[in-house]
């Protein structure tokens, strides 16, 4: 039976659309980043609110509108090695000293943070497109 049941969950896995990235959310521990994305441009609800964070925040005027870095850096290759934690620290503490705002301020990064991640990460990972999103049950 658990046999059945971890052959069911592997295909169903595979089947889906679904991209995962391990980071680490504790000592020796992975915690799965989600992110859904269709013909590189439609994406999960979650996924489409961290873009949208990601626009009302302005992010591009230092690291760019396709995310290759400006002023600020490259988050395709930052999000390459940057594990969640560190990606929370930075988001919610700032990098003053090289021009990072801190946003612990901002009630929208509060609510979003962990889907800009996501959306980040599949930018990264080359799955997502830059440019424009749209739900992936949008018409």
Same mark, same amino acid.
């Given at each position: 039976?658990?046999?059945?049941?971890?052959?069911? #969950?592997?295909?169903? #896995?595979?089947?889906?659309?679904?991209? &995962?990235?391990?980071?680490?959310?504790?000592?020796?521990?992975?915690?799965?980043?989600?992110?859904?994305? !269709?013909?590189?441009?439609?994406?999960?609800?979650?996924?489409?609110?961290?873009?949208?964070?990601?626009?009302?925040?302005?992010?591009?005027?230092?690291?760019?509108?396709?995310?290759?870095?400006? !002023?600020?850096?490259? #988050?395709? %290759?930052?999000?390459?090695?940057?594990?969640?934690?560190?990606?929370?620290?930075?988001?919610?503490?700032?990098?003053? %000293?090289?021009?990072?705002?801190?946003?612990?301020?901002?009630?929208?990064?509060?609510?979003?943070?962990?889907?800009? &991640?996501?959306?980040?990460?599949?930018?990264? %990972?080359?799955?997502?497109?830059?440019? %424009? #999103?749209?739900?992936?049950?949008?018409?």
């Amino acid at each position: 039976m658990k046999g059945r049941s971890l052959l069911l #969950l592997t295909m169903t #896995l595979a089947a889906s659309s679904a991209s &995962f990235a391990q980071t680490p959310s504790g000592p020796g521990q992975m915690k799965p980043v989600a992110y859904k994305v !269709v013909d590189g441009n439609k994406v999960d609800s979650d996924t489409l609110q961290g873009w949208k964070t990601w626009r009302a925040l302005a992010c591009e005027r230092c690291h760019g509108a396709k995310q290759e870095g400006m !002023v600020g850096p490259s #988050l395709i %290759d930052a999000f390459k090695t940057l594990d969640k934690n560190e990606f929370h620290r930075t988001v919610f503490g700032g990098r003053v %000293d090289k021009g990072m705002p801190d946003f612990s301020s901002s009630q929208m990064m509060q609510k979003n943070w962990e889907n800009l &991640f996501a959306y980040l990460k599949g930018r990264s %990972d080359g799955k997502i497109n830059p440019g %424009d #999103l749209q739900a992936i049950d949008a018409k």
